[in-house]
Structures are given as C-alpha cells and as structure tokens.
C-alpha cells in the first residue's frame, strides 16, 4: 500500500510540473528537458522603495496588489519554494534573486524595465541582465501588475535557462542571517541622498535616521573620496542616526557645552540638496532660531528660517561660534500647505542638540564639547560646517 501512495504521489508531482510548465505565457520557454518547478529555494530582493511602490503614470491607475504577491506568484512557476529577502532572516535558500524594476515613459509609450542579478555563495552575481516589457494601458485589469508578472516571468527563464538549477547545485544551505544585503544594491546611482556631518576624529557621522532607512548600503561623500559606511546607532523617535566610516579625519563639529541658544540667533545651514539637479558641491545658507518648537507631537526639535530641500536632512545646524546647535531633520510641505490656502516661507526643524547629545552618550559615542565662542561671526560658521559636513548616499 505504501508502494502505491509513493507511486500516485509521484504521478501527482509531475502533473503539477507539467501543469506549471504549460501554464508559461506563449512568449515565454525553457529547455525540454527542464522541469518545472525546479527544486531549489529562491530568495527575492526587491528595494523597499519598489516594494511600496502603488501609483502609477500620471495616476491614471492604481497598482492592484503589493510587488511581493506578483513577485512571488511568478516564481511559484519556475521554483520549488520562494520567499522575499529580509536582512538578518536565517530563512535558508539556495539562490539569491535582486530585482530592481524602473517605469519609463518613452512617447507615451510606457515600459518596464526589470534588473536582475542572481547570486549563490558569493557577492559576484552568477548571472545578470535586464528584460523590458511595454506597459499596456488599454486592456483590462491593473497594467502595472500585468506588466509587472509578464517581465518577472522573463526573468525567471533566463535564470533556470542560464543556471539550470537544481537542490544539487544550489542547496538550501544559506541565510541572511550574518551576511550583510550590501552585494544586492544597485551601484549605478544612489536612489536617495542626504547630509551628515563628522561628530569625531574617528570618522564617525551624524545625520538623520530616515536618510538611512532601507538602504542596503551607504556611502559617505566629500569631494571626490567615498567612503562605504555602516549604521552605528540610529533613533527613529528623535530621527538620528550615527555613521561609522573607520577612516580617521581631521575636521568635525563640536557641540555647544550648555546646549543651549538664543531666539533670533544666527545660524549656518549646510547640506547636499537636490543631488539629481543641483552642483554636487555642498549648498550653504542662512538664518535665524525661529522658535524653541518644531512641528507639534515631535520630539525635541526647534524651528529655523535657514532655506532647506529634500537631501539637507541630516545636515548641521551651527552657531556662528562654530558650534551644533541641531540637525536638520525637515521642512513644512509647502505644495500641501499651498492647497490648503497657506503658503509656508521656510519653516523648517532641526533636533535640539541636547537630544543629539543624549543619544550620543546613550550609545557610548564620543563628540567634543566647547565653551559658547562669543567672537565667532558667518566666516566662522561658514568654515567650521563646510570643513565637516559630507555627502550621505543611500543605495538599494
């Protein structure tokens, strides 16, 4: 009887391989002699910003399910088990999948394109390349989803053509566990970045935390020299983060020893904004301690008139003695603001440096502390930033 149940459980196995194998879109193949699904467990990276991703060209529609459900429902196809990558997760598997998918719109002609870089043991992809499909938007259904399977199904016949995988080759003996998703990013451009400045010789940087959430990798930036930085210590509550770099420098901020600063006081701002439009030189201006708050519910911040833009978070705060007075953390939403009837002019916030100072202690980090420079002026401020802020470079 036993025998009998191994053999229907035998049959059933591969009617569902032929099932699965005939279910391939018409456009879509593998070798003959390739069954499908092959008995190896994949393991899918796809960047966080994708993964959130739910709109579409110009709005017209609405991204019907998350990227993982698709994701994963053409993988089912071709592997045996699959699952998304999670950095940390002892999940085993034995191949590694890194999806990086772009929309373009080309005369109105919308495409997907799909990255993608297989890994085993290793940081070297052992296959990659990129599969495009155009993006229909006169069928039914969610285009962006349908377009979405129909390149991941591409990929996935690349790889079991190329690699022809199997439990053999690719056992399920790996995990995420202690090895660092670094080797998944995508290196040609960071996707966002934003400011920091050093807090130490030691090479360690301040920013803000959501500079660094989801990154997968991170540079630090001054002129032409990059670093590669890891997270040392961040605090979503305050938004701060610290960076470590292990290089040794010689510039970097001091905090004001009291902790404490003046309604109107001048101040310097210097960061990176605007990397994709702007010089990759660092951008400086000026302004003044508006008020001791910051938005209300936030934690610890106080308002400054200093123009800011998207990729100043994280950048300094300073006196004109030269001292951290804060970290620039945000700005009002003018655009929302402005539809509501109010047109915000540069209300922006920063953490309160005792807070930053806090948090440093808290993480056993070290940073100096000065006596309030009562001589100092702009050329002061001016200098003492410009020496040690750098660029923050996010990848995924």
Same mark, same amino acid.
């Given at each position: 009887?036993?025998?009998? @149940?191994?053999?229907?459980?035998?049959?059933?196995?591969?009617?569902?391989?032929?099932?699965?194998?005939?279910?391939?879109?018409?456009?879509?193949? !593998?070798?003959?002699? !390739?069954?499908?699904?092959?008995? !190896?467990?994949?393991?899918?990276?796809?960047?966080?910003?994708?993964?959130?991703?739910?709109?579409?060209?110009?709005?017209?529609f609405v991204h019907g399910q998350t990227l993982e459900d698709t994701v994963l429902s053409a993988a089912q196809l071709f592997f045996s088990e699959a699952h998304m990558a999670e950095a940390g997760a002892d999940a085993q598997f034995g191949l590694l999948l890194a999806l990086h998918p772009e929309i373009k719109a080309n005369s109105g002609h919308p495409t997907l394109s799909l990255e993608y870089s297989a890994f085993s043991g290793g940081d070297e992809p052992l296959l990659k390349g990129t599969e495009t499909v155009q993006?229909?938007?006169?069928?039914?259904?969610?285009?962006?989803?349908?377009?979405?399977?129909?390149?991941?199904?591409?990929?996935?016949?690349?790889?079991?053509?190329?690699?022809?995988?199997?439990?053999?080759?690719?056992?399920?003996?790996?995990?995420?566990?202690?090895?660092?998703?670094?080797?998944?990013?995508?290196?040609?451009?960071? @996707?966002?970045?934003?400011?920091?400045?050093?807090?130490?010789?030691?090479?360690?940087?301040?920013?803000?935390?959501?500079?660094?959430?989801?990154?997968?990798?991170?540079?630090?930036?001054?002129?032409?020299?990059?670093?590669?930085?890891?997270?040392?210590?961040?605090?979503?509550?305050?938004?701060?983060?610290?960076?470590?770099?292990?290089?040794?420098?010689?510039?970097?901020?001091?905090?004001?020893?009291?902790?404490?600063?003046?309604?109107?006081?001048? !101040?310097?701002?210097?960061?990176?904004?605007?990397?994709?439009?702007?010089?990759?030189?660092?951008?400086?201006?000026?302004?003044?301690?508006?008020?001791?708050?910051?938005?209300?519910?936030?934690?610890?911040?106080?308002?400054?008139?200093?123009?800011?833009?998207?990729?100043?978070?994280?950048?300094?705060?300073?006196?004109?003695?030269?001292?951290?007075?804060?970290?620039?953390?945000?700005?009002?939403?003018?655009?929302?603001?402005?539809?509501?009837?109010?047109?915000?002019?540069?209300?922006?916030?920063?953490?309160?440096?005792?807070?930053?100072?806090?948090?440093?202690?808290?993480?056993?980090?070290?940073?100096?502390?000065?006596?309030?420079?009562?001589?100092?002026?702009?050329?002061?401020?001016?200098?003492?930033?410009?020496?040690?802020?750098?660029?923050?470079?996010?990848?995924?």
């Amino acid at each position: 009887m036993r025998g009998a @149940w191994r053999t229907l459980g035998l049959c059933g196995v591969l009617a569902v391989q032929a099932a699965r194998a005939a279910s391939l879109p018409g456009d879509i193949s !593998v070798p003959k002699d !390739v069954k499908l699904p092959a008995n !190896v467990t994949l393991s899918i990276y796809v960047p966080a910003q994708a993964r959130r991703f739910h709109t579409s060209l110009g709005g017209g529609f609405v991204h019907g399910q998350t990227l993982e459900d698709t994701v994963l429902s053409a993988a089912q196809l071709f592997f045996s088990e699959a699952h998304m990558a999670e950095a940390g997760a002892d999940a085993q598997f034995g191949l590694l999948l890194a999806l990086h998918p772009e929309i373009k719109a080309n005369s109105g002609h919308p495409t997907l394109s799909l990255e993608y870089s297989a890994f085993s043991g290793g940081d070297e992809p052992l296959l990659k390349g990129t599969e495009t499909v155009q993006i229909e938007l006169n069928t039914l259904g969610d285009p962006v989803d349908r377009a979405t399977l129909h390149v991941t199904e591409q990929v996935m016949a690349v790889i079991i053509t190329g690699l022809r995988p199997d439990a053999a080759k690719f056992p399920a003996a790996l995990s995420l566990k202690s090895r660092p998703l670094d080797f998944v990013a995508s290196k040609e451009k960071p @996707w966002a970045t934003g400011t920091g400045f050093y807090i130490n010789t030691a090479g360690q940087v301040m920013t803000a935390a959501h500079v660094v959430q989801d990154c997968v990798k991170l540079d630090v930036k001054r002129d032409d020299k990059v670093l590669p930085a890891h997270v040392a210590a961040r605090s979503n509550v305050l938004d701060v983060a610290v960076l470590d770099t292990g290089v040794e420098v010689k510039s970097f901020l001091p905090f004001r020893r009291d902790l404490s600063f003046e309604l109107g006081e001048a !101040v310097t701002n210097v960061g990176y904004p605007l990397q994709s439009i702007l010089a990759e030189s660092p951008n400086l201006t000026r302004g003044n301690v508006s008020s001791r708050g910051g938005v209300n519910g936030a934690l610890g911040q106080f308002q400054f008139s200093a123009p800011i833009q998207p990729g100043s978070s994280g950048g300094p705060v300073v006196s004109d003695g030269g001292e951290v007075l804060g970290v620039t953390v945000g700005t009002l939403n003018a655009a929302a603001l402005a539809r509501a009837g109010t047109i915000p002019q540069n209300v922006n916030f920063a953490l309160d440096a005792r807070y930053a100072a806090k948090f440093l202690q808290k993480n056993s980090l070290i940073f100096s502390s000065v006596d309030p420079n009562t001589h100092g002026d702009m050329h002061t401020a001016n200098a003492a930033a410009l020496a040690a802020v750098v660029n923050v470079q996010c990848f995924e």
